[in-house]
């Protein structure tokens, strides 16, 4: 059996972005920038305001098991979806990376990352997490659960009674 609609799995970034934005929203938050029906556009994913501050926002999904589009669409990978997410968190942190020399000098801003709830990128971030904490670097990265819920965490440990 071959699968092929990924756009309808709730850890598809599209699906992601959109719960994401709908917080935001709902929060009070100016949308500045909402690249949630086009996920392969370039630069910044989502871009929000309030307050004063700016958010600037990568998102990224979780991999499926199958091959989501070309010709071998609905067909098994060979790429497990653990290695395959590694890979994501960390074009994201480049990407935020990217999105921090873009900013630059726009004003006042922060940047953040948006995943699925997973064990996978909890574990990422547990990873990482000392590089950010040792140089005291804010660094927010919202979850989005399976019901469309968002929590709030920090890849710095001290901000994270900060971020919620």
Same mark, same amino acid.
């Given at each position: 059996?071959t699968?092929?609609n990924?756009?309808?799995e709730?850890f598809?970034?599209?699906?992601?972005s959109?719960?994401?934005v709908?917080?935001?929203?709902?929060?009070g !938050? #100016?949308?500045? @920038?909402?690249?949630? =029906?086009?996920?392969? /556009?370039?630069?910044?994913?989502?871009?929000?305001?309030?307050h004063?501050?700016?958010?600037?926002?990568?998102?990224?999904g979780?991999?499926?098991?199958?091959?989501?589009?070309?010709p071998?669409?609905?067909?098994?990978?060979?790429t497990?979806p653990?290695?395959?997410?590694k890979?994501?968190?960390?074009e994201?942190?480049?990407?935020?990376?990217?999105n !921090? #020399?873009?900013q @630059?000098?726009?004003? =006042?801003f922060?940047l /953040?990352?948006?995943f699925?709830?997973?064990?996978?990128?909890?574990?990422?971030i547990?990873?990482?997490?000392?590089?950010?904490?040792?140089?005291n670097?804010?660094?927010k990265v919202y979850?989005?659960?399976?019901?469309?819920?968002?929590?709030?965490?920090?890849?710095?440990?001290?901000?994270?009674?900060?971020?919620?």
């Amino acid at each position: 059996m071959t699968k092929s609609n990924h756009i309808d799995e709730w850890f598809y970034e599209g699906q992601i972005s959109k719960c994401l934005v709908t917080y935001f929203v709902d929060n009070g !938050y #100016q949308i500045i @920038k909402d690249n949630s =029906n086009n996920i392969s /556009a370039k630069g910044e994913d989502i871009i929000v305001s309030i307050h004063g501050q700016q958010e600037i926002i990568e998102v990224k999904g979780y991999p499926t098991t199958y091959y989501a589009k070309g010709p071998k669409k609905g067909q098994p990978k060979p790429t497990k979806p653990k290695l395959q997410a590694k890979h994501w968190f960390s074009e994201a942190l480049l990407s935020s990376i990217f999105n !921090y #020399q873009r900013q @630059k000098g726009k004003g =006042n801003f922060k940047l /953040a990352l948006a995943f699925p709830l997973t064990d996978r990128y909890k574990e990422l971030i547990g990873k990482v997490e000392d590089f950010f904490t040792d140089n005291n670097i804010d660094f927010k990265v919202y979850f989005v659960d399976e019901s469309g819920a968002v929590t709030i965490d920090n890849l710095n440990r001290n901000e994270r009674k900060n971020s919620r």
